[in-house]
């Protein structure tokens, strides 16, 4: 049995900007987010609350529609040919056409048909990018037909298969089979000098650890794409400190300096190829995911030193408002498990602030109150979150009313 529409109104106040009153009796009946004292209220704040008004409905249908793609998500055969007489000409071969043996982990060319060891096509195409330019055409070795960036296809390929491990109808079994499927998929990249693929496996590759329960695998993906993130700014800025010598030395007619300069900067550029700088929100991102992954691993401490002392270190270069939050919401959540509930309460309100309809987003401002004994504060919170947080959201909803009922009762 559902729970009454106007549990916990008692504790919000009116979103009016003319009103503050508690516990509103009206509530928008197109999003159910917000909440008035009267009509007159609700006309007040219509034109502040207008871009945000999305019809409850939609949202539910999104929700449901996202689940729905993501189960019936197609993931690309690389086997696929054109037509019946190449997937004959396939079964005839029997040797790769690069090293001339039996195919191991044969990759089949989707133009043409042409059979390959995957490793054999793999460094092939690394020969051609590293050799020719960095967005080199990529053709078969056989025929020249087009044929697809093979990194670039496993990476999608595996985000494919995390896509689909998303889906809320498949079981634990089915989610964890998909997951493994985008494992397999991510290690035919590993060793890729393609660091823009590199970069991508390796987001994915933590993302899909850590779906696995598999965190501490998880953070050393991610702090590989740290190092490679470092490495590239060291380069960077040596090359621009060359570039500044190598100036200095033209201008003086310094023409035996200016040949070493231009030998160390040619080197430098080849380096530069195998590492990548970070773009700000993606480094951002790259901390974040790092911060979770030691929350995974109840390393309070260490989730909280990456937040603090990399995140904030920042500023003023954030990352996206949903970002922030996230990170907000980490730091909240350190803090409880670290006993400084003050700290974890100030934090948690900033995130709620940011967005009061997030899943989750008061649990921990919540849970800290209780553990300072401020029980009133902590049902007072949770009142707020179940009139607040994904109305369109059911299993967010159960969780939340849990949490208030139990919060309730320890007011008895």
């Known amino acids: 049995m559902s729970p009454p529409q106007n549990i916990g109104r008692e504790y919000i106040e009116c979103d009016s900007p003319v009103c503050s009153n508690l516990n509103p009796s009206k509530r928008c009946s197109r999003c159910h987010l917000t909440y008035y004292c009267s009509v007159a209220c609700q006309r007040a ?83 051609i990018k590293k050799s020719l330019s960095r967005s080199p055409k990529l053709t078969c070795p056989a025929c020249r037909a087009d044929m697809p960036d093979m990194e670039k296809a ?23 089979k998909y997951h493994e499927m985008a494992l ?4 035919k990249v590993d060793e890729s000098i393609d660091f823009e693929s590199r970069g991508q496996a390796l987001f994915t590759k933590a993302d899909v650890l850590l779906k696995l329960n598999r965190p501490a695998d998880a953070l050393k993906a991610l702090e590989e794409m740290e190092q490679i993130h470092e490495e590239g700014m060291e380069n960077h ?25 231009l030998e160390q900067l ?32 109840e390393d309070w401490e260490g989730a909280r030193g990456i937040y603090k002392y990399k995140l904030f270190a920042m500023t003023p270069e954030r990352g996206t ?28 309100e900033a995130a709620i602030m940011m967005n009061r309809h997030f899943p989750q987003v008061h649990k921990y401002v919540a849970l800290s109150q209780k553990a300072l004994g401020n029980n009133e504060d902590a049902v007072r919170t949770m009142a707020k979150a179940i009139n607040y947080e994904t109305p369109w959201d059911e299993v967010n909803k159960k969780i ?13």
Not at 160 to 174: F, H, N, P, T, V
Not at 242 to 261: K, M, P
């Open 45 to 127: 704040h219509f034109p502040e609350h207008r871009n945000d008004c999305h019809d409850i409905n939609q949202m539910r249908e999104l929700q449901s529609g996202i689940s729905q793609k993501q189960d019936a998500v197609a993931v690309p055969d690389a086997t696929t040919v054109d037509d019946n007489d190449k997937r004959n000409t396939i079964a005839d071969q029997n040797c790769c056409f690069i090293c001339l043996d039996a195919p191991q982990d044969p990759y089949i060319l989707p133009r043409c048909g042409h059979t390959f060891c995957f490793g054999c096509l793999q460094k092939w195409q690394e020969h």
């Open 237 to 261: 800025t040596e090359i621009n400190r060359l570039i500044d010598l190598l100036n200095a030395a033209e201008d003086e007619d310094r023409y035996e300096d200016s040949d070493v300069i």
């Open 184 to 187: 397999v998929e991510l290690k």
């Open 154 to 176: 496993m990476n999608e390929t595996a985000m494919l298969y995390a896509e689909r491990a998303r889906g809320k109808s498949l079981s634990d079994d089915e989610k964890r």
């Open 400 to 412: 939340v009313h849990e949490m208030y009922d139990e919060m309730k009762n320890s007011l008895i």
């Open 321 to 348: 408002p949903p970002q922030e939050r996230r990170m907000f919401m980490g730091l909240s959540r350190c803090l409880y498990h670290l006993g400084e509930y003050k700290f974890a309460i100030d934090l948690g």
């Open 266 to 297: 040619e080197a430098l550029k080849e380096k530069d190829v195998n590492t990548k700088q970070l773009e700000i929100n993606s480094l951002y991102e790259l901390y974040l995911s790092m911060s979770e992954a030691k929350e995974a691993m």
